[in-house]
C-alpha cells in the first residue's frame, strides 16, 4: 500500500481520535506533496536526526502481523426493600488476526482488525416479589467483519494500543415477560471510554537489543465509568461491574512465508457428540468422550516455490467455537442437571498431547520453541450442531510472524492455487452458515439457508403450507430420539409424538395417520423432552431457530364415555393439549380413531358437523322395533321407538351394542340443503370416522335405523366430493362434505409458525323422526 492511499485510507476512518490523528497525518500528506527542493531539504534534516530508539526500531518494520484475544464478563445481582431483583450474567469473547502497518514518517500505526469469531452470551432477569418480570436472554457465535483502530508511539520506549472489537452487528435475543410473551431485542456489549482510559493501554517497546516482538495482556474492572480496584458487596443498585481482559501477540511480518491450514476429511466432517447413556455419575471426574475430532495441519511454505523450504521456531493454534445448549435441538433433563457452557469444538490436553503440543487451554495449543515445518493439532467436538473456526500463528526461525491461510476454498479440484485470507472454519462451511457443506449437499439444500423451512409435501396433495417449524440449522443439528441420534430431513416436514399407550393398536394408528399425511412422525422416548414443555426444538440459544415447534402427547383417558378427542383441535401441535384416546372406545375402532385424533393435531377438521348422535337400542322384539335412547349430543334429541333394518340375527343380539353403556353410532343427511354431516365426503378419509347405522333420507322412512357398518378410512380426500356410499350427491347416504371442508391433503400443518382461522361451523340439523 502506498503513502498516499494510507493517507486516504485514514481520513475515511471514524473512531474517537480521528481529528487529533487526522492532524498529524494531514501533515504528512502535505509534506508528501511538497516541492522537490523543499521535501529533499526535509528529508536531510531528518537523516542528520535519525538516531535509533527502541520506538523507532519498532517503526521502522512496515507490517507486523500476529492476533488479538478478548474476553469480558459482566455478573451480579441488586435487590430493592421493595424485593425488586435484577440478576444478570454475561460474557463476550473475540479472537482475530491483526495486521499492523506503520505509517512512514510519524509515530503512528494502522492497525487493521481482521474478520475474527465473536461469541456473545447474555441472561438477564428481573424479578418482582419472587416472580419473573422481564427476562432477557440472547446468545450469538459468529464471525464478525473486520475493524480498524491505531496504535501510537507517545514517546521513544512506549506505544499505546486500543483494540475496540465490540462493533457490528448486535446479539437478536428474547425477552420475555409474564404470561410467557416473548419479543426480540438486540442485545450489544458494553463499551468503555477509549479516551478517558487512554493511559491504560500504554506499554513499553522492546528495548533496543530485546527481540522485536509486542507481546502484552491487559486486565481492569469498570463500574458506572471508571476503573475500579474490586466491586463492591452487595453492589449498589444501578451499578454494573465489568471485567475485561486483552492479550495481543504482533511481531514483524515474514513477507515471504505462507503458514497454510488444512485439515484430514475436512470436506465431509460433521461435528457430533457422545450421548450419555444416563449410567455415569454426574459427579465422576471422567472425562467426556468426543463425538468425533479433526486433525488439523498447519505447514509452512515458501511463497516462492523455487525457495528452500521454510521452518518455523513455534506455532500456535487458536480455535473459537459456539457454545450451544445441551448437544442435539431437543432440550432433555440430562441437558438441564450438567447445565453446562463449555465450547463445542476444544482442545483436549492429552490428545494434542500426543502430537507434541502444549496445552495452554482449550481454546489454545502451541509447539514448544523448536523447528517445524509443520504442526498437527487435533480439535474434538461435543455437539452435532457445533461450528467455529481455527487460526494458527506462527514464529519463523527469523523471529518474523505470519498468521495462516487456507486453500482457496473455491478453487478447482486438483489445481494448486495460492492461499488465501481466512480461517479453516469448522465444519466445512460457507462463511455466512453454520452447516457443514457436505451435509447441506447430502440432502439437496446446497442453495438454502440456515433458516430455510420450506419443507413440501408430495406436489399430488397440493398442500399450500410448507415448512415444519424447525430451522435448516435445527434439522441439521438434529434430535436425540430413545438413545439415537437422528439428522431429519429438510425434504419433509416432521412430526413428534409421545406415544403413552406404546400398543400394537397404537402402533397402528400412527403408521395410518402417518402414511395417510405424509408426514414424517418421531416417536419420542421419556427422557427426550423436559416435563413441563412441549417444546422439542427448545435448545436453539445461539443457533438459527424461526420460532417454538411443539410435539404432540397421547395418552389413554378413562370416564370420557367413549369419545376420543385431540383436546384443542383441530390446529397445529402448539394448539394441543393432549390427545385423549377413550379407554373404553368402541371395540375394533382404536386404530382408525387414533389415525383420525392425530389428524386433528395436524391441522385437518370434521368434514362436517353435526349429522350425528350416539345411542342405546333396547326391548328389541321380534318385529325389530327397538326404544332408542339417545345419549349424543346430550339433551337434544327426544327418544322413541325406531325400526331396526337388517340387524344381526336376535342370536348374536348379546354381543351387540345395543343396549351398552356408550351406545350406537347413528349418522344422517342435513336438513340445510348442500350441508354435509359428520360422514360426509370421501369415505375413505382418515377424516370421516365410520359410523354403525344410519338413518334414510326419504320423509318416509326417517324412523328406521339401517345397520350397515362402513369400512375405516386409510387416506386423506384431495376434493370435497362424496365417494363410495356418498356418491351421488341429493340420493347418496350423506352427500359431499360441507364447504370450507374436505380437501383434506391441502390442508396439513404441522408448522407452528404458521395462523390459522378457525374453522367455520356449518349448521346441520339431523333429519330424524322416530315411529
Not at 460433521?270 to 465422576?284: C, D, N
Not at 433433563?333 to 457452557?341: G, I, T
Not at 460457507?430 to 447441506?440: F, G, H, Q
Amino acid at each position: 500500500m502506498s503513502f498516499k492511499e494510507l493517507c486516504t485510507l485514514m481520513l475515511k476512518i471514524q473512531t474517537r481520535s480521528i481529528f487529533f490523528l487526522g492532524l498529524l497525518a494531514l501533515s504528512g500528506c502535505q509534506a508528501s506533496s511538497a516541492p522537490d527542493g523543499e521535501q529533499g531539504t526535509i528529508a536531510t534534516a531528518k537523516v542528520q536526526q535519525a538516531i535509533e530508539t527502541p520506538a523507532s526500531r519498532v517503526t521502522a518494520q512496515p507490517t507486523w502481523v500476529g492476533y488479538l484475544k478478548v474476553r469480558s464478563r459482566s455478573s451480579g445481582s441488586w435487590t430493592t426493600q421493595t424485593t425488586a431483583n435484577r440478576q444478570w450474567k454475561s460474557s463476550y469473547s473475540f479472537v482475530s488476526p491483526v495486521v499492523v502497518t506503520m505509517i512512514p514518517a510519524s509515530m503512528f500505526a494502522l492497525v487493521e482488525l481482521k474478520p475474527g469469531f465473536a461469541s456473545f452470551d447474555l441472561v438477564d432477569d428481573s424479578t418482582f416479589q419472587g416472580e419473573s418480570v422481564l427476562k432477557y436472554v440472547a446468545k450469538c457465535f459468529r464471525a464478525t467483519p473486520g475493524n480498524m483502530t491505531f496504535m501510537q508511539f507517545p514517546t521513544d520506549s512506549s506505544y499505546s494500543f486500543q483494540p475496540t472489537p465490540f462493533q457490528g452487528a448486535p446479539c437478536r435475543g428474547t425477552a420475555t415477560q409474564p404470561g410467557g410473551n416473548t419479543s426480540a431485542f438486540d442485545a450489544g456489549w458494553h463499551a468503555y471510554s477509549s479516551m478517558n482510559f487512554a493511559s491504560e493501554f500504554v506499554f513499553p517497546v522492546p528495548a533496543l537489543d530485546a527481540p522485536l516482538r509486542l507481546h502484552h495482556t491487559k486486565h481492569f474492572i469498570t463500574m458506572n465509568g471508571a476503573i475500579v480496584q474490586s466491586v463492591p458487596d452487595p453492589l449498589p443498585y444501578g451499578s454494573m461491574p465489568v471485567e475485561w481482559d486483552f492479550e495481543w501477540d504482533l511481531m514483524p511480518e515474514d513477507p515471504d512465508v505462507d503458514l497454510v491450514l488444512s485439515a484430514e476429511g475436512h470436506d465431509t466432517w460433521l461435528p457430533k457428540a457422545t450421548i450419555s447413556t444416563g449410567g455415569t455419575s454426574l459427579t465422576s471426574t471422567a472425562q467426556i468422550e468426543p463425538g468425533s475430532t479433526l486433525v488439523v495441519k498447519a505447514k509452512a511454505e515458501p511463497k516462492d516455490g523455487s525457495s528452500p523450504t521454510v521452518a518455523m521456531k513455534q506455532v500456535t493454534f487458536l480455535l473459537s467455537s459456539s457454545r450451544l445448549p445441551g448437544i442435539a435441538t431437543n432440550r432433555t433433563p440430562l441437558d438441564v442437571v450438567m447445565n453446562s457452557d463449555d465450547a463445542d469444538l476444544r482442545f483436549e490436553q492429552d490428545r494434542n498431547a500426543a502430537y507434541g503440543l502444549n496445552f495452554v487451554d482449550p481454546a489454545t495449543v502451541e509447539t514448544p520453541v523448536g523447528s517445524f515445518t509443520e504442526a498437527t493439532a487435533e480439535a474434538s467436538s461435543f455437539d452435532f450442531g457445533g461450528y467455529g473456526e481455527i487460526i494458527a500463528v506462527g514464529v519463523t526461525e527469523n523471529d518474523r510472524m505470519v498468521y495462516s491461510r487456507i486453500k482457496d476454498p473455491s478453487a478447482t479440484p486438483g489445481s494448486s492455487p495460492s492461499p488465501v485470507e481466512g480461517p479453516l472454519l469448522l465444519p466445512k462451511r460457507l462463511a455466512s452458515s453454520y452447516i457443514a457443506d457436505s451435509w447441506k449437499v447430502s440432502e439437496s439444500s446446497a442453495s438454502k439457508l440456515d433458516d430455510d423451512d420450506s419443507d413440501a409435501l408430495p406436489a399430488s396433495m397440493g398442500n399450500t403450507h410448507p415448512g415444519d417449524a424447525l430451522s435448516l440449522f435445527e434439522e441439521y443439528r438434529g434430535f436425540i430420539i430413545r438413545g439415537s441420534h437422528v439428522r431429519t430431513k429438510p425434504s419433509e416436514p416432521d412430526y413428534f409424538l409421545e406415544d403413552q399407550i406404546n400398543t400394537a393398536e397404537s402402533h397402528a394408528g400412527i403408521n395410518r395417520f402417518a402414511n395417510a399425511t405424509n408426514l414424517k412422525v418421531h416417536i419420542l422416548g421419556g427422557t427426550d423432552f423436559l416435563l413441563n414443555s412441549r417444546v422439542i426444538n427448545a435448545n436453539h440459544a445461539g443457533g438459527v431457530h424461526n420460532g417454538d415447534k411443539y410435539f404432540v402427547r397421547m395418552k389413554i383417558e378413562y370416564g370420557r364415555g367413549g369419545t376420543s378427542d385431540a383436546v384443542g383441535g383441530p390446529g397445529t401441535p402448539k394448539s394441543i393439549d393432549r390427545v385423549a384416546i377413550a379407554n373404553d372406545a368402541r371395540s375394533g375402532t382404536v386404530v382408525s380413531t387414533i389415525a383420525h385424533e392425530l389428524g386433528h393435531t395436524a391441522n385437518l377438521p370434521h368434514h362436517g358437523e353435526g349429522g350425528f348422535f350416539t345411542a342405546r337400542w333396547t326391548n328389541l322384539n321380534e318385529f325389530s322395533e327397538a326404544d332408542e335412547t339417545p345419549l349424543k349430543p346430550d339433551g337434544v334429541y327426544a327418544p322413541g321407538k325406531v325400526l331396526l333394518i337388517n340387524p344381526p340375527s336376535l342370536a348374536q343380539r348379546a354381543v351387540l351394542p345395543y343396549d351398552g353403556p356408550n351406545g350406537v353410532m347413528i349418522g344422517g343427511r342435513c336438513l340445510e340443503n348442500g350441508v354435509g354431516g359428520r360422514f360426509s365426503g370421501n369415505d375413505k378419509c382418515i377424516m370421516r370416522t365410520a359410523p354403525q347405522a344410519f338413518i334414510p333420507s326419504e320423509a318416509s322412512h326417517r324412523h328406521e335405523r339401517k345397520w350397515a357398518p362402513e369400512d375405516d378410512g386409510t387416506l386423506l380426500c384431495t376434493s370435497s366430493d362424496g365417494t363410495g356410499v356418498n356418491a351421488g350427491g341429493a340420493t347418496s347416504r350423506y352427500g359431499d362434505a360441507a364447504e370450507g371442508r374436505g380437501e383434506c391433503a391441502k390442508k396439513v400443518c404441522v408448522n407452528d409458525n404458521h395462523a390459522h382461522a378457525p374453522y367455520t361451523q356449518p349448521t346441520c340439523t339431523l333429519l330424524r323422526t322416530t315411529m
